[in-house]
């Protein structure tokens, strides 16, 4: 699996691909294809925000739970999902907050994030794979063991990393950030079950915005088109 990974990313994860959980994970995920069980996203895809947001591109974190498990939904970034699905609803209120809060910003007609990947947004899932249509599925079997060492290296290599922590399962995270050194905002989760508890009206992507300028860095553009 790590000669999937970014050389920025592989550089400071390599060693996780030797320990006893790593190899585990991979049986398991081997395990998972031999009794035929559909696992998302496809394999290209478990890495895809390390490599569309290299290590030293990282100017932004939002953590997810877990995968999507409908067919044709995960692609392996956060919250995102491929062109042609359904936005799913936590997206549609990420978008609602994002027109009150970044001044022009147009909803696009898609639940596709890989732009703001490519803009230094790592969008990074706890669990990188999940068993379709069975939710949290592929939790416990080794992936959280590796995305806790992932947020510790952002933590301890980096300086002024903006985390945006949405929801309790998130901002059980902090422990493994320096907040001497990043910023961490905290808010509810998107889904509709909860945005209304604290979610809408954060102004996390303006704060971030303002945070990154302060740091002497560019802002997100969080327009997202075609």
């Not at 910003?105 to 249509?133: I, K, Q, S, Y």
Request: charged fraction near 20%; glycine fraction near 8%; include cysteine.
């Amino acid at each position: 699996m790590s000669a999937a990974l970014e050389p920025g990313w592989l550089s400071v994860l390599s060693q996780e691909f030797e320990k006893d959980y790593m190899k585990s994970l991979k049986l398991f995920l081997q395990e998972e294809k031999q009794k035929g069980s559909t696992v998302f996203p496809k394999g290209p895809d478990i890495f895809n925000a390390f490599n569309h947001t290299p290590f030293d591109k990282v100017k932004v974190v939002i953590l997810g739970q877990d995968p999507y498990h409908g067919q044709g939904q995960a692609h392996g970034l956060s919250f995102s999902v491929q062109k042609g699905m359904t936005i799913p609803p936590s997206l549609k209120n990420i978008y609602k907050e994002l027109q009150t809060d970044i001044e022009g910003f147009v909803p696009p007609n898609h639940g596709n994030l890989t732009e703001w990947a490519d803009r230094g947004v790592l969008l990074l899932n706890a669990t990188l794979t999940v068993r379709a249509h069975e939710a949290g599925s592929h939790q416990g079997k080794g992936w959280e063991i590796f995305t806790d060492k992932v947020i510790s290296e952002l933590s301890e290599k980096k300086e002024g990393v903006i985390f945006l922590l949405w929801g309790k399962y998130a901002q059980n995270k902090s422990i493994l950030i320096d907040e001497s050194r990043h910023t961490l905002f905290k808010a509810a989760h998107p889904s509709p079950f909860s945005a209304y508890n604290g979610f809408f009206g954060c102004r996390h992507f303006s704060r971030t915005n303002t945070k990154l300028i302060e740091q002497g860095e560019m802002p997100i553009d969080w327009q997202i088109t075609g």
